[in-house]
Each structure stands twice: as structure tokens, then as C-alpha cells.
């Protein structure tokens, strides 16, 4: 069963930064996808970052186009999420997992962790 366990999470002021880990088990890693999501409060979960199973193709939602960058290494079975400049709109819980990338579209598997809290807040 595949799973995912996110961390990295924290309380942080705007303009800060912030690197989330996901460290994924249960299938192998390097053969899909890892999409990264986020849920704020109230709100529907949105996808925010992907990138494909070796890392050739990023793809970001506008609102963080320039200030996050996502990377993994498969060696270690491990996502990154690296989110600079942040703002109060970003807060929420983040989440990975896996899933397939085509024809820019990203199409997940319906498994979870608990995700990480990011709080951006002075």
C-alpha cells in the first residue's frame, strides 16, 4: 500500500521560507509522478506542484509560479517542496502523493499522509 509522510512544516513569518520532505513507501517511487497539494482552511483541496518520475517535467499553479520549486530524489524515495517568499495565502496543510503526469496533466492516486502544517503569519 503506497504511503506518504510529509514534514517540513512550521509556523513562519511572510517573506519567509520553507522546505517541505515527503518520503514515500509502498511502490516504486521513481516509476510515477509525485504531486504536491495543499488544503486551507474552509477550502477545497488544490493541487500546487508536480513533477514527473525523473524529474524532467515541473509544473506549478500561477499563484506560486516563481516562488516554489519542487525536486526529488529517488534514490532516497523523497519529494521536495521548496517554498520561498511566502505569504499569509499560503497557509495551509500540504500533502503529497503519487500519480501519473500527461500531456501536462496531473492525475493522482487516491492515497494520503496527514500532510504538514504551513502557517505564514507575523
Known amino acids: 500500500q503506497s504511503q506518504f509522510m510529509e514534514s517540513g512544516g512550521g509556523l513562519v513569518q511572510p517573506g519567509g521560507s520553507l522546505r517541505l520532505s515527503c518520503a514515500a513507501s509502498?511502490?516504486?517511487?521513481?516509476?510515477?509522478?509525485i504531486g504536491w497539494f495543499r488544503q486551507a482552511p474552509g477550502k477545497e483541496r488544490e493541487g500546487v506542484s508536480c513533477i514527473s518520475d525523473h524529474g524532467s517535467t515541473t509544473n506549478f499553479i500561477d499563484s506560486v509560479k516563481g516562488r516554489f520549486t519542487i525536486s526529488r530524489d529517488n534514490a532516497k524515495n523523497t519529494s521536495y517542496l521548496q517554498m520561498n517568499s511566502l505569504e499569509p495565502e499560503d497557509t495551509a496543510v500540504y500533502y503529497c502523493?503519487?500519480?501519473?503526469?500527461?500531456?501536462?496533466?496531473?492525475?493522482?492516486?487516491?492515497?494520503w499522509g496527514r500532510g504538514t502544517q504551513v502557517t505564514v503569519s507575523s
Open positions: 502523493n503519487a500519480g501519473i503526469l500527461s500531456l501536462g496533466s496531473y492525475y493522482s492516486y487516491d492515497y
Open positions: 509502498g511502490f516504486t517511487f521513481e516509476g510515477l509522478a
